[in-house]
C-alpha cells in the first residue's frame, strides 16, 4: 500500500496581522485528519524542516510550533532537537502523569518553548495543569462565551494566548476583545462578502494598470498611467532597485521598467503587489500574499507535470488562475463581478468561477492542498497518471519557494 505524507505551513499572526510564527501541520491518512502515529508525525516534521528545507529558508526568524504526544515527549531523542526553531506544542489528551510532568520540567530548564495545543478551556484545565503551568509560554485556546476570566488567569501565569480556528473577521475581532495575543486560522481567505463594498481606490488603479499591460497599448500610455499613481510608482521602483534584479544601473525611468522587465512579468507584479497590506506604504509580507504565492506557484507547477509541452502564455494563465482566486478577499465583492472588470481570457475565468478545463481541475486541487484532502489529490495523481506522492514533492517544492520569496523580500527591506 502505497504511503502518503503530507506537510503544510500555517502562520500564526499577532495583533497587527503580523506573522509571528509558523505550524506546521503534517497529515499522513487520506481518511481522517486524526494521526495515527503522532510520534512519527513529530519526528516527520522536525526532520522536514531540519534537513529538507532549513530552519532560516522555511521559518526566517521565527519558530515553528511542532504537535507532539507523550511518546515523543519521553523519548530522549527530544533533547537532540536544536531549542531555538520550535515550539512543542504537547496534545490536550496528555495524561500530567509524574514522568510527564518531570519531562516539561527538565525542557523548561533548558529552554525549550513549550505550548498546550487546542484546548476546550474551563476550571477543571486549571486542575489538570496546575503543576506544570510555569512551564508553558503559549496556549492555544478555542474562543467561546464568558473566556474572559480563563483568559486573565492565563496572562497572569505569563502564559500567551493564541486563538485557533479563527476563520471569519468577525471571529477575529471577537478574540482579539476578549484578550488572545495571536491568531490562528485562514480567517483572511474566507471573505465575507459586502454588498456594494467600495474597493480600494489604489487597489483599482493596479487593475487599470494591469489591463493596459495585457491589452499592449503602448509602453507610452503605460508609462503615463504609471505617473498617475505616484504610490504605485516609488514601490515599482523601489522592487526593481532591491535585490530581486541585478541590473547594472538603477532604473528610474518606468518606460525604461517596462521595456526591460516585459508587460507580462510587470503585470504579475501588480497583481501581486495588491495582496500586499497596503500599496501606499512599503509593501510587507502579509498571510494573504503568502498564501496567494503559494497559490501561484502550485498552480504552474502542477502544470508543468500534467502539460509538459506548456508554453509561457499557458503557464502565464495557470498564475493568474492562482492570483486572481483571493480578489474577493481584497476588494470584498463577489469574484464573477471583479473578474469581468479585468481583461482575462475565458478559460481562466472559467476555471475560477465554475473550476472548469484544465486550470480548473489544478485549481481545485490546489484547494485540496490547502484543505490537507488527500483523497482529492490522490484522485488527482491518478486521473492524470501521475506518480503516486508527486503532488507531495510539488507542496514541498513550493513551500521551498515560498519561503524564499519570504525571506529574500525580507533582506531587500533591510
Not at 500564526?12 to 481522517?32: F, G, H, M, Q, V
Not at 511518546?71 to 536544536?82: A, G, Q, R, Y
Not at 501581486?272 to 502550485?298: G, H, Q
Amino acid at each position: 500500500m502505497i504511503k502518503y505524507t503530507y506537510i503544510a505551513r500555517e502562520p500564526i499572526l499577532n495583533k497587527n496581522r503580523d506573522i509571528c510564527a509558523y505550524e506546521i501541520l503534517y497529515r499522513d491518512s487520506p481518511d481522517t485528519t486524526k494521526i495515527d502515529n503522532d510520534r512519527h508525525a513529530s519526528a516527520s516534521v522536525i526532520s522536514n524542516i531540519l534537513n529538507k528545507f532549513g530552519t532560516k529558508k522555511l521559518l526566517g526568524n521565527r519558530r515553528a510550533f511542532v504537535k507532539i504526544d507523550e511518546k515523543f515527549l519521553l523519548n530522549d531523542i527530544i533533547f537532540s532537537v536544536p531549542k531555538d526553531f520550535f515550539v512543542f506544542s504537547l496534545f490536550s489528551n496528555v495524561e500530567m502523569n509524574e514522568r510527564v510532568v518531570e519531562r516539561l520540567g527538565q525542557l523548561d530548564a533548558k529552554g525549550y518553548h513549550l505550548a498546550i495545543d487546542n484546548i476546550e478551556i474551563d476550571n477543571n484545565f486549571f486542575i489538570k495543569y496546575e503543576a506544570v503551568l510555569k512551564n508553558f509560554l503559549y496556549c492555544k485556546l478555542f474562543i467561546r462565551e464568558n473566556i474572559e476570566p480563563f483568559i486573565e488567569k492565563l496572562h497572569a501565569q505569563d502564559i500567551k494566548v493564541i486563538a485557533v480556528k479563527i476563520e471569519t473577521e468577525e471571529s477575529y475581532e471577537k478574540a482579539k476583545r476578549v484578550g488572545c495575543d495571536a491568531f490562528e486560522g485562514y480567517f483572511f481567505a474566507k471573505p465575507k462578502i459586502i454588498e456594494n463594498a467600495q474597493a480600494n481606490p489604489s487597489r483599482l488603479a493596479v487593475l487599470r494598470l494591469y489591463n493596459i499591460l495585457m491589452e499592449d497599448r503602448s509602453i507610452d500610455e503605460a508609462a503615463d498611467e504609471f505617473e498617475k499613481n505616484p504610490e504605485i510608482t516609488v514601490q515599482l521602483l523601489q522592487f526593481i532597485n532591491s535585490a530581486a534584479f541585478h541590473f547594472k544601473k538603477k532604473i528610474s525611468s518606468i518606460h525604461h521598467v517596462i521595456v526591460l522587465i516585459g508587460r507580462i512579468e510587470l503585470a504579475k507584479w501588480l497583481m501581486l503587489m495588491i495582496y500586499s497590506k497596503s500599496v501606499a506604504s512599503n509593501i510587507e509580507i502579509s498571510p494573504l500574499m503568502l498564501m496567494v504565492k503559494n497559490r501561484t506557484e502550485l498552480m504552474e507547477r502542477i502544470l508543468k507535470e500534467i502539460r509538459p509541452d506548456a508554453g509561457s502564455n499557458m503557464l502565464g494563465e495557470a498564475y493568474l488562475v492562482g492570483v486572481l482566486s483571493l480578489m474577493d478577499t481584497l476588494f470584498s465583492m463577489p469574484l464573477e463581478e471583479i473578474l469581468n472588470n479585468i481583461n482575462i481570457s475565458d478559460e481562466v475565468k472559467n476555471a475560477l468561477l465554475d473550476d472548469e478545463g484544465t486550470f480548473g481541475d489544478i485549481y481545485k486541487v490546489v484547494r485540496s492542498v490547502e484543505d490537507m484532502n488527500i483523497n482529492a489529490i490522490v484522485d488527482f495523481e491518478m486521473r492524470y497518471k501521475l506518480a503516486p506522492n508527486k503532488i507531495k514533492n510539488i507542496i514541498m517544492d513550493s513551500i521551498e519557494a515560498v519561503a524564499k520569496f519570504e525571506h529574500s523580500d525580507a533582506e531587500g527591506e533591510e
